[in-house]
C-alpha cells in the first residue's frame, strides 16, 4: 500500500529547512565526514545507516561531547546484542546535561507547573548548585558507581535534581510515579536493590490530595538494601523516624563533581508494563543515552537553547527520561505535577500558553478526547509560541492529524513519533525538513535501519510487516538486570530473527519513506489468513461520538475457528442499541474491509490499560483463552485491575 494522502498536510517552507539544526548538521558532515551534500534528509538517512560509524562520530563531534578518555573506535563490536559503542570512552552523562550554567547561569532550566497551572522557574545556576550539593551528601552516604538510587516520586524538580546528581556519581537512577501502588513498584525496585529512595509524602492530582506516607513505609520495610530514605515535603508533611530531609541535602553551595564512567556504564533502569510477569528491567548506558538523546533533542525534535520543551509525562514512563534530556541542548524543560485533564480537558494547552512552549508533546488519546469534548485550542488560548505538537503512545489517527491542523495552526508541525521503552528513544518521527501526510510518521530516525519485514525476514515497502531494526543503536539495552546469560534480553527481541531487533509492532514503510504503524504484533488480529493491527480499527471505531475507547481481540479457538470481538466503553448518556451496532459495522466495513468487522460488540465498564496508559490486550487476549487471572497478568502493572473480571466471567460463560 502507498499512501492515501498524496498531497502533504503540511510542509517546511525553506527557511525553516534552512534554519533547521539538521539541514546544518548535513552539510557540516558532508564537509568533514563525507556525508551527502544534496539529497536531503532522505540521503542524510541512508549515509547515517551505511556508515554507521561515521554517522555517530559526526554526532559527538557536532554536539560536542566531552570525553575524559577517547574512544578508540566508533563501535568495537557491532552484534545484536551485545554492540559494544565507544569502547575506551569515560564521559558524564550529567556535565551534558548542565553545561548551559556555565554560559547562561540566571536562565530558565526548568519550569515547574502543578495544578495552579503558574509556572514557577529554577535557573540553571541554582538547579547545578543543588545538583552539586545532593551529589556530595550521596558520596558522604557511600553511595559509589554502580550503586541504585531509587525516586518515588511526581514530576517535580526534586525528580530532575537527583537523577543528575545519582548520575554524576555515577550511580544509576530508577523511578515510579506516586500512583503505583505499594506492590508495583516493589515488583521494580527490589529486582534492583536501590541503597537510596527518595520519596515524596504525598502528591496532587485532579483537585486533591494523596497521601503516600504509608506506602513510603511499606516500601522501606520491603527494600532491606536501602541505607538512607530522602523525604521530600510536596504536601508539607515532617520527614518520617530515620529520614532524611531534602532541604538539608540541597542546601549547601557545591560545584558537582562529575565521575567519569565508562561509555557502557549503566544509567538508568527503565521498566516494561509487566502485564503478564514480573517488568523487565531495562538497563540503558550513560553514554549510549547521550549520544541518541542529543540526535533525538537536537536533530529530530530541532530543540536548542531558545526552546521551551514540554511533554505530558510522569516518572514512571519512559517520556520522562526523554523530558528531562531536553537539557543536553540547552533548552528550558517544563514539568508539569498533575492531572492532564484538570480543571477541564484543555488543561495541557493552558500549561503551553502560560510556558510558552515551542516543541508540545502528548499523547495521542488526549488529543481525540480533545476532539471528542469540543475543545478549541487556538480560539481560547494564544498558542503562537508552539513550532511542532508531537505525540506518542499510541498511533495518532489520521482525525487527530486533521483537528490539530484544524484547530491548533494550519501552518502546524505535527510530528506522531514512536519508539519504546526499550530504547529510550524513537524509531520514526520527527523530521523537520519532511512534509507531514495524514496519519505517517514522517520518516525513520537517524542511525535507525528501520525496515519492515514479512516472516521469511524479506523486506518489504507498501505492504504490512514487522518492525525490525537492522543495525545497532547507541541506546539499546546493555542488559536487563538478574538476567545474568541474556537469555531473556534475546527472547524478547532476537527469537524470530537473530542478530535483528524485532520490536513487536506492525508497521508500512510507504513508498515516499513515511512510516505507518498499525499496532502490537503479538496481539495481531488474523482474520481469514490478512493481518491486521488493532490500532486501525481503533481509529475508525473511536470517531463515533457513541464510543469512549474500545479494544478488540482476535482469538484463535480450540476448533480451528477465530473470534474477533469488539469491546466498547460508552460515553456518559450513549446506548449500545441495534442502531449504534449496525453503525460500528457499517464503519469499519467501509473504512477498513469486511474482514474488519468484529464477531460480536459488547459494552464494557471500562478499558483496562498499563499503568502508562496502553490499552492490554495480550492478557485480555489470553483470559478469554481461560488462562486464570492470577497468571495472565500481574496485577501490578494494571491501573484498574477490578475491569479484568469482566473478561474472566466472559471467558468462564463462553466455555460453559
Not at 51 to 66: G, K, M, N, P, Y
Not at 248 to 256: E, F, G, H, K, R
Not at 432 to 448: D, M, R, S
Request: glycine share 8%; with cysteine; proline share 7%.
Amino acid at each position: 500500500m502507498t499512501s492515501a494522502h498524496t498531497e502533504p498536510l503540511w510542509q517546511p517552507d525553506e527557511e525553516r529547512v534552512a534554519a533547521a539544526a539538521v539541514t546544518r548538521f548535513q552539510s557540516w558532515a558532508a564537509e568533514r565526514h563525507g556525508a551527502p551534500a544534496e539529497g536531503g534528509y532522505p540521503a542524510l538517512h541512508r549515509w547515517s545507516v551505511e556508515e554507521l560509524e561515521s554517522f555517530w562520530q559526526a554526532v559527538t563531534e557536532w554536539f560536542d561531547i566531552r570525553f575524559s578518555t577517547p574512544y578508540e573506535r566508533v563501535l568495537g563490536d557491532r552484534s545484536m546484542p551485545g554492540a559494544q559503542w565507544f569502547p575506551g570512552a569515560t564521559l558524564n552523562y550529567a556535565e551534558h546535561a548542565l553545561r548551559a550554567a556555565d554560559e547562561r547561569p540566571h536562565e530558565t532550566a526548568l519550569l515547574h507547573v502543578d495544578e495552579t497551572h503558574e509556572p514557577r522557574p529554577i535557573t540553571w545556576a541554582d538547579l547545578r548548585r543543588q545538583v552539586g550539593s545532593l551529589a556530595a551528601e550521596l558520596r558522604a552516604l557511600g553511595v559509589r558507581p554502580g550503586d541504585r538510587v531509587s525516586g518515588y516520586l511526581p514530576n517535580i524538580p526534586e525528580a530532575v535534581t537527583a537523577l543528575l546528581a545519582t548520575a554524576a556519581v555515577g550511580a544509576v537512577w530508577t523511578s515510579c510515579a506516586p500512583d503505583f501502588g505499594a506492590r508495583s513498584v516493589l515488583d521494580r525496585f527490589q529486582q534492583v536493590e536501590p541503597v537510596v529512595l527518595f520519596a515524596v509524602d504525598g502528591y496532587r492530582y485532579g483537585g486533591k490530595e494523596h497521601d503516600r506516607r504509608d506506602t513510603v513505609a511499606e516500601l522501606r520495610a520491603e527494600l532491606p538494601t536501602l541505607r538512607a530514605v530522602v523525604h521530600i515535603p510536596l504536601l508539607g508533611t515532617e520527614p518520617p523516624e530515620g529520614a532524611l530531609a531534602w532541604a538539608d541535602l540541597t542546601s549547601a553551595d557545591v560545584t558537582p563533581v562529575f565521575e567519569p564512567v565508562d561509555f557502557s556504564h549503566p544509567l538508568w533502569v527503565l521498566y516494561s508494563s509487566g502485564t503478564t510477569g514480573l517488568p523487565k528491567a531495562i538497563v540503558q548506558s550513560q553514554g549510549g543515552i547521550l549520544v541518541e538523546h542529543f540526535k533525538q533533542l537536537g536533530l529530530h525534535c530541532d530543540l536548542g537553547p531558545e526552546d521551551v520543551f514540554f511533554w505530558y509525562t510522569s516518572t514512571g514512563w519512559m517520556m520522562w527520561n526523554f523530558l528531562v534530556s531536553g537539557l543536553l541542548t540547552g533548552t528550558t524543560v517544563v514539568l508539569y505535577d498533575g492531572s492532564p485533564g484538570y480543571p477541564d480537558t484543555a488543561a495541557q494547552w493552558r500549561i503551553a500558553e502560560r510556558t510558552r512552549a515551542t516543541l508540545y508533546g502528548t499523547s495521542a488519546a488526549y488529543v481525540m478526547a480533545c476532539a471528542k469534548a469540543d475543545v478549541h485550542p487556538a480560539r481560547d488560548f494564544d498558542l503562537s509560541a508552539i513550532k511542532c505538537v508531537a505525540t506518542t503512545g499510541s498511533p495518532l489517527p489520521p482525525d487527530g492529524f486533521r483537528w490539530l491542523h484544524d484547530e491548533v495552526r494550519d501552518d502546524l508541525w505535527i510530528a506522531s513519533v514512536s519508539g519504546g521503552t526499550d530504547v529510550c528513544s524513537c524509531f520514526a518521527g520527527a523530521v523537520p525538513t519532511l512534509p507531514v501526510h495524514i496519519g505517517e510518521l514522517q520518516a525513520a530516525c537517524l542511525g535507525t535501519d528501520l525496515q519492515s519485514w514479512d516472516p521469511s525476514g524479506k523486506p518489504l515497502t507498501g505492504d504490512v510487516g514487522e518492525l525490525v531494526v537492522t543495525n545497532p543503536m547507541p541506546s539499546m539495552p546493555i542488559y536487563f538486570w538478574n538476567d545474568p546469560d541474556s537469555s531473556r534480553y534475546r527472547d524478547s527481541y532476537f527469537e524470530m530473527f537473530p542478530g535483528v531487533w524485532r520490536h513487536g509492532d506492525w508497521i508500512t514503510i510507504t513508498d515516499h519513506g513515511s512510516v505507518i504503524i498499525h499496532g502490537r504484533s503479538d496481539s495481531t488480529l488474523n482474520r481469514q489468513g490478512v493481518r491486521m493491527g488493532s490500532a486501525d480499527i481503533y481509529e475508525a471505531v473511536e470517531r463515533l461520538p457513541e464510543i469512549r475507547e474500545s479494544l478488540v481481540i482476535g482469538l484463535e479457538e480450540p476448533d480451528g475457528g477465530y473470534w474477533m470481538p469488539l469491546f466498547v466503553h460508552l460515553a456518559e448518556g450513549a446506548t449500545l442499541d441495534e442502531e449504534l451496532i449496525a453503525r460500528i459495522k457499517r464503519t469499519i466495513r467501509a473504512e477498513l474491509s469486511p474482514r474488519h468487522v468484529p464477531d460480536d460488540i459488547i459494552e464494557v465498564p471500562g478499558v483496562p490499560h498499563t499503568l502508562t496508559g496502553k490499552r492490554i490486550e495480550v492478557p485480555v487476549k489470553r483470559l478469554l483463552q481461560g488462562t486464570p487471572l492470577s497468571k495472565a497478568v500481574n496485577p501490578g502493572s494494571v491501573d484498574n485491575l477490578d475491569l479484568l473480571h469482566f473478561y474472566e466471567e466472559l471467558a468462564r460463560t463462553r466455555r460453559a
